[in-house]
């Protein structure tokens, strides 16, 4: 297996047509290559101007030298002298062959001597299933299908052999200066934001076991997945969706939380419309075309989980029948048991469903209540959000079997500090945003109660700053606050803990661990004296 930097695919960020052709190179290149994966590179063109680009792909052998392969997703088609990506004009072999010689011009200026190694450049389309009949002159020979990617050793071979190399450069370049260059290791300062930015470097979004849940998935048409806080649950939830809806299915995307809902709505919506992204609530809110009049009506009912709307929901499907070819539920463990006996109806016949869910962060009921799907629950058990730090501190609170990342970063002391909590909450902000220099936007402060019965009370002004509940945008001096129940499934860089009162249920350890864990650097918990 070829060595990738980084290591894994960014699923979240990346478009659903590298992410394919990084699992495929992944699986059918050999430990010869390192793999550079949207690699950015910053050089200068002919008039010294500075310029700036991504290589999707950048494949390095040590005695062979250099492929820079473009990926293209979606309908490509070439139609009277030009390229067209779904229907937009575009240019890939122009553009891997500028990426090429950018980065043969960068590697020569920081050697300071000509590299002794060829420089080639393909296009990918791992949309196409088979070659085209003729390929334009430009392209020929340049071409990396879908079906092509089950024998990438060989094509990258090829495509190097037959590159030339400038005549009368002779000599070697060891591996090591070229990942110094390509690749560099060096050392931040020691604030708060600059570890940030360094431990960002050692996290995962998808670990090996991770993978292997995602083949589980293609195999059962019926699932449920535990895991602990920051086991990955929601990015694997979403890229199973994002695989139903590249496959050409329908998806039902639903979690408890508005905010997590959300933050999810805002990843799919990049790749597929196929997908439904809901809060269960404002999904048969959507849904059934509630009128504000009968909402009013019901909102403070107790039983609206529980009763109310799963009976709503089922009277309306025995009239407009709707179905989907897989329903995924985030946070399982917060969903009503009445809730599981309607959702089926959503299936269509031979469809999917998966559950993910979390027993410690079951904070609204006495038990957890989850559909019997026949056979036990699958686990993740490794933790890929916090650092070793906090990881510790969520041990006492933590019933789910997890452990660590083998290179999760240290990270920050949990800081606990007890006395008045307001004075205290000014003192923390100031340190975090003078001192440490993080930005307001990576740092939430979360209670247990509505802002007005905290410590706060109805003056939101802290200090130099000003506490704003559940903001939809920030102005200067602006820091969010959310109650913990709010914030679940989310997360912050800082995260502040208002008002801990053990003696307020609401506090209890399963409250504490959800809100602890949504801590990804430093968490700062303020105890009532």
């Not at 929601?234 to 890229?239: D, E, F, G, R």
Request: hydrophobic residues 40%; glycine residues 6%.
């Amino acid at each position: 297996m070829a060595e990738f930097i980084p290591a894994e695919c960014d699923y979240q960020k990346r478009p659903l047509s590298e992410q394919m052709v990084f699992e495929e190179i992944r699986n059918n290149l050999s430990n010869d290559w390192v793999v550079f994966h949207s690699f950015d590179y910053v050089t200068r063109d002919l008039a010294r101007q500075l310029w700036d680009g991504e290589i999707d792909f950048l494949l390095y052998h040590e005695r062979k030298g250099f492929l820079v392969i473009e990926v293209k997703g979606g309908s490509i088609s070439f139609l009277n002298g030009q390229w067209l990506q779904d229907g937009r004009p575009m240019d890939p072999v122009e553009q891997a062959k500028h990426n090429k010689y950018a980065v043969m011009k960068l590697l020569q200026e920081q050697l300071q001597r000509p590299v002794p190694l060829k420089f080639a450049h393909a296009v990918c389309f791992p949309s196409c299933d088979c070659h085209a009949t003729v390929w334009p002159p430009e392209a020929k020979g340049l071409v990396i299908t879908k079906d092509d990617l089950k024998n990438i050793e060989n094509i990258a071979c090829r495509l190097i052999d037959d590159a030339p190399i400038p005549q009368r450069i002779s000599g070697r370049v060891e591996i090591s200066e070229i990942l110094d260059i390509l690749s560099p290791e060096f050392e931040y300062g020691q604030n708060l934001r600059d570890r940030i930015l360094d431990d960002d470097r050692q996290f995962f979004l998808l670990t090996r076991q991770q993978c292997s849940i995602l083949d589980a998935l293609r195999n059962f048409p019926k699932l449920q997945i535990e895991g602990g806080a920051g086991t990955g649950k929601t990015v694997l939830a979403i890229k199973k969706a994002n695989m139903v809806a590249a496959a050409g299915g329908s998806v039902l995307l639903l979690c408890f939380n508005e905010l997590l809902a959300k933050k999810i709505r805002k990843e799919v919506g990049k790749y597929h419309s196929s997908i439904t992204v809901g809060a269960f609530f404002e999904y048969c809110v959507e849904l059934m075309q509630i009128s504000p009049a009968d909402y009013e009506k019901h909102k403070n009912n107790p039983l609206l989980y529980s009763k109310v709307l799963p009976e709503f929901l089922g009277k309306f499907l025995d009239n407009y029948p709707a179905s989907y070819d897989a329903i995924i539920v985030d946070e399982g463990q917060d969903f009503n048991p009445q809730i599981w006996h309607v959702l089926p109806r959503l299936l269509a016949p031979n469809g999917h469903f998966y559950i993910f869910y979390d027993p410690d962060q079951n904070i609204f009921r006495d038990q957890l209540d989850l559909p019997d799907f026949g056979m036990p629950p699958v686990s993740l058990s490794r933790n890929c959000r916090n650092t070793q730090k906090i990881f510790e501190a969520l041990t006492p609170y933590r019933t789910v079997k997890m452990e660590l990342l083998e290179h999760s970063p240290v990270g920050s002391e949990v800081i606990t500090r007890i006395g008045d909590c307001r004075p205290l909450l000014a003192q923390e902000l100031n340190r975090i945003f003078r001192e440490e220099r993080i930005i307001q936007t990576d740092v939430v402060v979360l209670g247990g109660h509505s802002l007005k019965n905290t410590c706060i009370g109805d003056d939101p002004q802290v200090g130099d700053y000003r506490l704003v509940d559940q903001p939809k945008q920030f102005a200067s001096g602006d820091v969010a606050y959310y109650t913990y129940m709010k914030f679940k499934g989310c997360e912050a860089k800082v995260v502040i803990l208002l008002d801990i009162d053990e003696s307020d249920p609401r506090w209890n350890a399963s409250g504490l661990y959800t809100a602890m864990s949504r801590a990804v650097h430093q968490l700062i918990i303020l105890k009532k004296g």
